[in-house]
């Protein structure tokens, strides 16, 4: 079956330390997102890829890093940098009409915690 | 910009009950909309999508939209909530960036709460 898939799904971090969270996609789609999510904040955008060897940050970057080397792996690492990095982070990819995405595609998240 | 608004962090129906959901846009081009739904723990799942043909979209589960342009609205309804769609629903609008291409901009949240 097709899909997304995103790992570890919890994953427990030490202050200081960087965590690279998994996300790979058999869906062949040619853009690849990753978003945070916070009780009552809704999905805020880390990162977006719109194809391979290319990301731009989207509005919360600051502290977290991405790659894309691959059109089916989009990993993301959280580094020492990002100071409240407790969160549920979800990654999503989407079909592509022209210029427009039409819908997206998401993974069960992985939860990120601080101890 | 393109943006969403949901009315309503917290909604609560008793099932059998007609559920509705609100849902704002505000967009500079002919949008995209979608409702999502997000189960705890689980990533968003699409329950529909409008993409300019039909305004009166049907989904998932029993759940439909209608694009009303001269409201700019996309309200999510269901005739007759079940316990199984207490969740979270997010509504999200295909945001054009400087680049030329367009990205999923999402609402914060509606948290439909379903009693017996």
């Known amino acids: 079956d097709g899909g997304i898939t995103q790992s570890p799904k919890y994953l427990f971090r030490k202050e200081g330390q960087n965590v690279t969270l998994s996300c790979e996609q058999n869906l062949n789609h040619d853009a690849m997102y990753w978003y945070r999510q916070d009780p009552g904040q809704g999905l805020r955008l880390i990162y977006y890829s719109q194809i391979v060897n290319d990301f731009q940050k989207g509005d919360i970057a600051e502290g977290y890093s991405v790659s894309r080397e691959k059109k089916e792996s989009f990993p993301l690492t959280v580094t020492s940098a990002q100071k409240n990095p407790t969160a549920f982070y979800l990654c999503a990819s989407s079909i592509r009409d022209g210029k427009r995405d039409t819908e997206a595609f998401f993974g069960q998240g992985t939860r990120l915690t601080v101890v | ?116």
């Open chain 2, 1 to 116: 910009a393109q943006s969403v608004t949901q009315l309503g962090s917290h909604v609560s129906v008793s099932e059998g009950a007609l559920v509705l959901l609100r849902c704002n846009y505000s967009s500079s081009v002919p949008p995209y909309l979608f409702w999502y739904v997000q189960y705890p723990n689980q990533g968003l799942q699409l329950l529909l999508k409008y993409t300019s043909a039909a305004t009166l979209v049907k989904g998932i589960n029993g759940f439909e939209a209608e694009f009303k342009k001269s409201e700019t609205s996309f309200h999510l309804t269901k005739p007759s909530a079940h316990m199984s769609d207490a969740a979270e629903y997010f509504c999200a609008v295909s945001h054009l960036m400087n680049t030329g291409f367009q990205k999923l901009v999402f609402g914060t949240g509606t948290r439909l709460l379903v009693s017996p």
